[in-house]
């Protein structure tokens, strides 16, 4: 790593994924002579969508058009071919994982950058400093600005079960299943898979395993929200059949959900008669009543045998939001549980063996392979420094100091007290118990998946685990920090639904705007630690600033 020296970007993306691509692309396009730099974990392009992440018959819930972009054609379009055409593909750095992120207050971000999956290529950022620890190469980055592109379902939830260090069959995650699926599903040896979760992702990873004549055992927490709501692709109301794709962005629908930002869409009157009087709120509850009990029907949870029957979701479809998926496989699911090739288990997994999963009760099931279907962190898997920044920042954080804790009580407090009023409702729902908020501690970041003791999916040893809840994602309009005066680190792609590409393209909008101060100011929270120096404006960059710019410029071309 000689080559390696003077690395200062203007703009430095983390995440290749369509967020990140967009926001450089839309960047370059209204600022084009500023150096920018995309960090990617991954080997290829395109984040979740990249062809690595995607395990055989996976498909998406969305129509083609919530994928098409602005400026792009949709039949022409891959992650790949997207960044050739703006010229983006130069800007990428492969396998590079950003660790630390320091804020130099005032003067952006000190970035800690080391190998991730297996990948080699730090050593083609120019950087300003480079240490050897652990037999890993770590190289520092500096930027202006930070956009963090790397989502919500980037990193799944490490496997936190007492005793998986022993297990000594296959033991994956939903996100490292997606790359070793073909491996997993084509080994003679494993004719018997366990599935631990109740999601979208869970039903897939049952339907890859029994489609392929694999017997499955599905374990469903009995402690955890239950199993979702799977549609077919038309369901119906009364009398009436709908195609439930596009039925998520019809104007009906968007009133009947609760939504602080409803206004905007010239019926503000419609939804507060709906959500603000007894009458609307019946006519709401009734409508979502009548949608899940429809799907219930078509799919027969209640009629077509016991196994089926225990798929049964906990809730009303009303509070499943993005959650409810659409039974897009090729045969029937059901099927499988019906002819006894998969087996429904509602019971927590209480610990591991050799080659057992151990359910509540102490009943043992022996299994070739584990598939944990768990969820995803939320958080970003950046450690940002210096900690008493995160409450600044609006990240999910255990260092919250006790100051910060108190002044965000009192601001959910107010919060809480502006949604519940227009929308009552939503004081009634199921809530988020204080596990749901604990993202247990990995092994190891880098991914991959082996058995026993060197599985970098398992977490720490639970009695060993730190287990105080992370706060949620506080981000102003979702997007930046609400105490950063200057207007440094944006995070647009923190938020699920189902424009994707649309919203991504507004993102990178605003985001661009906020980040070059184009925006009206808006009231900074005090959260403590805060340091008011002013942001730095275009035009006052230091002497080494430029300098340094204008040699990554040079060495880089168009970089």
Known sequence: MSDLEDSYFDIVIVGAGAQGLIAAKTYLQLSSNNPVLILNSNKTIGG??????????????????????????????????????????????????????????????????????????????DAVDTVEKDN???????????????????????????????????????????????QILEDPNIKHGAVYGGAKSAHDAVYAFASRKKKVTWIIRASGHGPIYMS??????????????????????????????????????????????????WVVKHYWKKMGAGIITQTGL??????????????????????????????????????????????DIESLEAKRVVLTGGEGVGVDALICSTGWRWDSGIDFLPKNEDANLGIPSTRYNDDQKQKWQELDS?????????????????????????IPEPKSTSVAATAAADNPNLSAEPEKQRHEPYTPWRLFRGIAPP???HRDLVFPGMMLTHQTILRYEIAALWAYAYLNTALSPFPQLALGNNHNEPPLRENESTEEEKLQASLVAVRHGAL
């Open 48 to 125: 979740v969508w990249a062809k690595k992440n995607c395990c055989p018959g996976l498909k998406t819930n969305n129509q083609l058009s919530t994928f098409e972009f602005t400026d792009f054609n949709i039949l022409e379009v891959c992650p790949g071919m997207y960044a050739e055409t703006f010229d983006l593909s130069k800007r990428v750095r492969f396998g590079c994982k950003v660790t630390t992120a320091e804020h130099l207050l005032g003067r952006g971000w000190k970035l800690t950058v080391t190998p991730a999956n297996g990948g080699h290529d730090v050593a083609k950022i």
């Open 136 to 182: 890993e190469s770590s190289t520092t980055v500096f930027a202006r600005k930070l956009i963090v592109a790397s989502g919500l379902t980037s990193a799944p939830m490490p496997v936190s079960i007492p005793s998986a260090a022993t297990f000594t069959p296959p033991l994956l995650t939903f996100g490292d299943f997606r790359h070793d699926a073909t």
């Open 232 to 281: 077919p692709s038309h369901t119906y109301m009364g009398p009436l059949k709908v195609w439930v794709e596009p039925l998520v962005f019809t104007r009906l629908l968007t009133w009947m959900s609760p939504c602080i930002w409803g206004d905007s869409d010239g019926f503000g009157s419609v939804r507060r008669w709906l959500h603000g009087t007894r009458v609307g709120r």
């Open 302 to 347: 209640k009629t077509k045998g016991p196994e089926i029957k225990k798929l049964l979701p906990k809730e009303e479809a009303f509070w499943y939001g993005t959650g409810t998926s659409i039974l897009n496989y090729d045969t029937d699911i059901y099927h499988f549980l019906q002819n006894g090739t998969v087996k429904v288990v509602i019971k």
């Open 414 to 438: 107010q919060a809480d007290k502006e949604i519940l009023s227009p929308f009552p409702m939503l004081a009634t729902g199921p809530g988020i118990r204080e596990d749901d908020r604990v």
């Open 483 to 485: 105490a950063n005066p």
